[in-house]
């Protein structure tokens, strides 16, 4: 069988540096898998900071990276059933997307309706499911029956793709949000979105007075700490889910804070311990965000997979707005 095209890294360091395009070969399946044609795939953070070696104990080198796309299934292994060549399919639970032809384990082949296009169905799990996750922390935590209804809620990195869905979704449950974001353009970009109207947003946080009951960050470091410290309410709920200014938030920021929660959410601990029918069930609450809007990735561009090195720039540019994706057919 002819080989394909594939991004490979093969040693640590910086992304645009280390990933590689390299020609594979389509090993023969192993009963129970099947081997998934990519259409599209997404360029997402979390797909990056393995590049890095930031998770070097839980990486083995070579390896392909890609944690979200979508394809249709080539060839089936022995064994599976459910599944048949020319089933659409997301595949989930491991690294790979960025290249031609991927193996996985049918039980981790999730059908997507065709109703979805490739774009939408492309970025339908991790941000979508993430923030299913983010809210379902912050229910529990608050309890009662109100839900999130006045809950005074603030959002970092708020034009983020999960920032908009956790905004849209929080608006719509009634809460006061607050958009924190780092640039005047994202400011104007959230301010005209009409699911928004409700949220205040703000250029950043310094000097700010306003109290939080739980404040939901992708940022870390001292943006983060400084929300911990000074705006959470007592009782409240600090969860942090990324660390986009590449520190951690202080020890001495969580310790100052023995009256509040703090909780890092990973969406890996959900994926690798719900079991099937739980990631399903989460899996038709995403599509139905992207059905009803407010779970919608905005697309920057699609690049061929053999462009590589112009996504991963585009990926970086400052002005990047939106997802970049990538067409691992070409
Ligand atoms: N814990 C998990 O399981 C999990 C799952 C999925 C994603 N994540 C994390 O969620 C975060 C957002 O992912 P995404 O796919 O939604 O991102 P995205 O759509 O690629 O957007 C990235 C955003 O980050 C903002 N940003 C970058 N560096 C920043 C900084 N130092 N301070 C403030 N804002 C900064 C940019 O803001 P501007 O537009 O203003 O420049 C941009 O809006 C990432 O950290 C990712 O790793 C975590």
């Not at 070579?62 to 022995?78: D, H, I, L, M």
């Not at 996985?104 to 997507?112: D, G, K, L, S, Y």
């Not at 839900?147 to 929080?170: C, K, N, Q």
Request: net charge neutral.
């Amino acid at each position: 069988m002819a080989d394909h095209l594939a991004a490979l890294v093969a040693e640590y360091g910086n992304p645009e540096d280390v990933i590689r395009l390299a020609r594979l070969p389509r090993p023969d399946l192993e009963p129970g898998m099947v081997e998934i044609a990519v259409e599209r795939a997404a360029i997402n953070p979390s797909d990056l900071i393995p590049v890095t070696g930031a998770y070097s104990n839980r990486t083995v080198l070579p390896f392909v990276p890609g944690f979200e796309g979508v394809g249709t299934v080539s060839r089936v292994g022995a064994g599976v059933t459910g599944l048949k060549s020319g089933d659409r399919v997301l595949p989930l639970g491991a690294s790979g997307l960025w290249q031609s032809y991927l193996q996985r384990p049918a039980e981790w082949c999730f059908a997507v309706p065709d109703d979805l296009s490739a774009d939408q169905a492309t970025t339908a799990y991790i941000n979508p499911m993430t923030t299913l996750r983010l809210i379902a922390e912050l229910k529990a935590h608050f309890g009662g029956s109100s839900g999130l209804t006045g809950r005074r809620i603030a959002v970092t990195a708020a034009g983020s793709a999960i920032g908009r869905m956790l905004l849209s979704t929080f608006s719509a449950e009634g809460a006061d949000v607050t958009a924190i974001v780092r640039n005047k353009t994202t400011l104007a970009r959230l301010l005209v979105l009409p699911s928004l109207q409700t949220c205040l947003a703000r250029e950043n946080s310094s000097g700010s007075d306003r109290v939080f009951d739980a404040v939901v960050d992708a940022v870390g470091g001292d943006p983060g700490g400084s929300l911990l410290r000074q705006n959470l309410a007592p009782g409240g709920v600090f969860l942090q889910y990324g660390a986009l200014s590449g520190a951690p938030i202080a020890q001495a920021a969580i310790s100052a804070r023995p009256d509040v929660r703090f909780a890092f959410l990973w969406l890996r601990t959900f994926i690798h311990s719900a079991g099937r029918q739980a990631i399903s069930n989460a899996l038709a609450q995403c599509l139905d965000g992207i059905r009803d809007g407010s779970m919608v990735s905005h697309i920057a561009a699609t690049y061929p997979l053999s462009r590589l090195d112009e996504a991963l720039a585009h990926q970086n540019a400052p002005d990047r707005y939106g997802k970049i994706l990538l067409d691992p057919r070409c």
